[in-house]
């Protein structure tokens, strides 16, 4: 029987909610949930690699998270430079291309450039591209992406803005999941996700393990992906479905 839906999604992009909630269940400071976080991504990521998925985004810090108090933002901040010198080099052994996505120029000279250097030194890996969604938002990118075509006098159609996206460089995500028992996007891949298929877990994302992302694949390959077609156009053998604009 012809089917739409692939043994593992191609791209996964992952709303990483909850850590705040895990630290303070156990009287912790919310900044322990976020290193603990860092940990679940870790584990995720190495997942991803073991299942072939070939391209994970996450959401790590969103525009509207500079509105935190301003110890846990800056904490965030001493936390990225300090996961990257960590964890770049055993994740480029791993053959995984680092990409940062979002608007860097609120961040500091140092931030900017371990970003630079991270993507630098993963730039040749093949396996598994992971895209950290960091002072991101969907409508930022739409914006940006609409200026960039005003700019260089390019007409706005749905391939152009595509393009000019901050993820034009991967497909759009086949599977999304999101942690922490909240039902939002959260101004995550507004543009990106018109035909990805949700998944929403209560668990909170320092609790997110191998089996919580096996649960979501088999979920995920339960569902029909029709693109606006119908169930036997799905099914029949002329089909060609495509996630992205034509
Ligand atoms: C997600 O966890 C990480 C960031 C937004 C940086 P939260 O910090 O939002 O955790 P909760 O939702 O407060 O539990
Ligand atoms: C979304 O989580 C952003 C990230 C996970 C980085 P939030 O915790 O910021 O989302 P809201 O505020 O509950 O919608
Ligand atoms: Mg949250």
Same mark, same amino acid.
């Given at each position: ?6 043994? #593992?999604?191609?791209? #996964?992009?992952? #709303?990483?909610?909850?850590? $705040? ?8 400071? @919310?900044? &322990?949930?976020?290193? !603990? =976080?860092?940990?679940?991504?870790? @584990? %995720?990521?190495?997942? %991803? ?10 959401? &790590? ?29 055993? *994740?480029? =052994? ?9 608007? /860097?120029? /609120? ?5 900017? @450039?371990?970003?630079?250097? &991270? ?6 890996? !093949?396996? *598994? ?8 938002? $969907? +409508?930022?990118?739409?914006? !940006?992406? &609409? ?5 260089? =006098? ?70 029909? +992906? ?9 099914? =029949? ?10």
């Amino acid at each position: 029987m012809a089917t739409t839906t692939p043994i #593992v999604p191609k791209h #996964v992009a992952i #709303v990483m909610d909850g850590n $705040g909630r895990w630290a303070t269940k156990r009287y912790l400071p @919310r900044i &322990a949930g976020h290193k !603990q =976080g860092v940990d679940a991504l870790n @584990r %995720c990521v190495r997942a %991803c690699l073991e299942r072939g998925i070939a391209v994970l985004t996450v959401f &790590a810090f969103s525009s509207e998270n500079w509105n935190r108090p301003s110890d846990e933002v800056s904490g965030l901040m001493d936390l990225l430079l300090l996961s990257l010198s960590r964890e770049v080099s055993s *994740l480029s =052994g791993n053959g995984v291309r680092l990409h940062f996505v979002g608007d /860097r120029l /609120r961040f500091s000279e140092k931030v900017q @450039r371990g970003l630079m250097q &991270a993507e630098r030194s993963t730039a040749a890996n !093949q396996r *598994l591209v992971l895209n950290i969604c960091f002072n991101y938002g $969907g +409508r930022w990118d739409i914006a !940006q992406a &609409a200026q960039k075509l005003a700019s260089q =006098g390019e007409a706005i159609t749905e391939l152009s803005l595509d393009r000019a996206m901050a993820l034009a460089h991967v497909p759009d995500p086949d599977l999304l999941i999101r942690t922490g028992g909240e039902l939002r996007i959260s101004n995550f891949l507004l543009w990106q996700l018109a035909y990805s298929e949700l998944y929403f877990s209560d668990k909170l994302w320092p609790e997110f393990d191998d089996s919580e992302l096996d649960a979501a694949i088999a979920v995920f390959r339960t569902r029909e +992906r029709r693109f606006g077609q119908t169930s036997a156009q799905v099914a =029949g053998p002329d089909n060609n479905p495509n996630s992205k604009v034509a």
